[in-house]
């Protein structure tokens, strides 16, 4: 459908839904977007239905791990949880676990978490502390945090090792945004070019890197990983799942951007009522029902004046309390940028929502026990305040399957029966995918673009020969 008249689109990809556009929305604002906000970034990938098999099949589980986890650059954990020499924290992917350490000021190193004797783990998976080394509770070998082996019980039975040979192997680590990415393939291209400069210049703009966790929630979703990250990917979903937020919420005009290989995004605007409702609602009423992400930093909202937004409204009195909250300087920020939903998939199982309202990560991790499970954890990182010793980085809380969202200690009651709504549909999907005839998954064209390049990016990994780390093959210190 074209933009201005509602009419069908002659190429598959080039419809959009008649409602004023996001770009549109957004170029009323008065504090103005910058480029890489005020701009698209779409692709056509076709209309092809996705095979169900992907996430029905055990089978189909077990090689994404052989072929995909194995290559694939992975948010392990963030700085802020080792900020000291010594600090270590445990990051497990399928049965790969990793001890993720600061060997320095300047250097994080990732160790296959395994004792190279006979194998048993170093530090238990979840956990984190501070090591003066990593010893064995087995028989007593021991690594110094730098990794080089500093002591085997009884060296004289052991004539055919050599010591200086048993440095702990290593995966690849790189920081960007006050992340720690891992990834277990000497040979994968680095993180920056596997983001590409587009989607590398986004996220250096967004300065993830002066942000601190406020909340962090982790909760086991009985669905296959890729279907729970799916849910998170459009807002087409948005009236019929979370009808209370439509009428605040331009869901089916959101924009949706691809970035290469491994990044797609988009942007929900908010403050403006859904194209489902349009004409239901006043500037007045849009403001009043405005309840999205952090809507308690405003408790007292004005009357809309004639010829006002109530986005505009809402940007302004977000930008003045988060600057209150974190007291710091946001009058250059965007009102975009302070207010609208921005979600960017870093392939493959990592979501940043940079934008101030909402300023969210999401991690998703398969149960490499069951495929139909999965773990998703939510990740709230706010501005750092200007006083540094005004933050605390928050220790996760770990939800069993049938607490709600709204349990979590920190999370927004209005956010929590969102993320309710949006982990009770995948009970269904799963559930239904197995019992469905028809064994393929029908994708819009444009709003679920994301799902489409996610999968497709998923199909070139499976198309690989399988790659497991062999400590034979990883560069030695
Ligand atoms: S298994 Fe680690 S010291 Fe024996
Ligand atoms: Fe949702």
Redesign the pocket.
């Known amino acids: 459908m074209n933009v201005e008249t509602g009419t069908i689109a002659a190429k598959p990809g080039e419809a959009r839904h008649p409602a004023i556009s996001t770009q549109a929305i957004i170029a009323q604002d008065r504090v103005k977007a910058p480029g890489w906000v005020a701009s698209e970034s779409y692709s056509y990938l076709g209309s092809e239905d996705i095979d169900t098999a992907r996430y029905t099949s055990a089978e189909y589980q077990r090689e994404e791990f052989a072929r995909l986890w194995t290559r694939t650059w992975q948010f392990a954990c963030r700085e802020e949880h080792i900020p000291e020499v010594g600090d270590y924290h445990v990051y497990d992917i399928g049965t790969s676990s990793f001890i993720v350490t600061r060997v320095a000021e300047n250097e994080i190193r990732a160790y296959f978490n395994a ?6 783990k ?1 530090r238990a998976s979840g956990s984190e502390g501070n090591a003066r080394e990593f010893k ?6 021991s690594w110094a945090i730098d990794g080089s082996n500093t002591h085997i ?1 009884c060296p004289w039975d052991f004539p055919h090792v050599d010591a200086a040979k048993m440095n702990l192997p290593e995966a690849r680590v790189e920081l960007l945004g006050g992340f720690v990415w891992i990834n277990m393939d000497p040979d994968a291209p680095c993180l920056r070019e596997y983001l590409g400069p587009e989607a590398l210049a986004h996220i250096e703009a967004w300065k993830l890197e002066d942000r601190y966790i406020a909340c962090h929630v982790s909760k086991p979703i009985p669905a296959n990983w890729k279907l729970n990250m799916e849910a998170f990917m459009e807002a087409y979903h948005v009236p019929d799942t979370h009808p209370q937020v439509s009428p605040t919420n331009a869901d089916q005009n959101s924009q949706y951007d691809v970035y290469g290989a491994h990044v797609d995004r988009f942007i929900s605007t908010l403050g403006v009522v859904s194209p489902v409702h349009q004409g239901k609602f006043s500037e007045q009423d849009v403001l009043d029902r405005f309840t999205v992400g952090d809507s308690s930093i405003v408790t007292d909202k004005p009357i809309v004046p004639e010829g006002e937004r109530a986005r505009q409204i809402m940007a302004d009195l977000f930008r003045a309390g988060f600057e209150k909250a974190a007291n710091a300087d946001l009058s250059d920020v965007s009102d975009s940028e302070i207010l609208d939903c921005f979600s960017y998939t870093i392939f493959p199982n990592t979501f940043l929502f940079p934008g101030i309202s909402l300023p969210m990560v999401y991690r998703f991790r398969p149960n490499w026990r069951d495929h139909r499970e999965s773990l998703y954890e939510v990740l709230f990182l706010r501005p750092k305040p200007a006083d540094s010793a005004a933050w605390t980085s928050a220790a996760c809380v770990a939800l069993t399957a049938d607490q709600s969202f709204k349990d979590a200690a920190g999370m927004d009651p209005g956010f929590g029966d969102i993320l309710d709504q949006d982990t009770d549909n995948l009970r269904l999907q799963q559930e239904g995918l197995e019992a469905s005839a028809k064994h393929g998954l029908t994708l819009a064209n444009y709003q679920e673009i994301r799902v489409r390049h996610f999968e497709q990016a998923v199909d070139r990994y499976m198309a690989m020969a399988p790659k497991v780390a062999d400590w034979k093959n990883l560069p030695k210190r």
């Open positions: 004792c190279l004797h006979r194998g048993t170093l064995c509770s087995f028989h007593g070998w019980p």
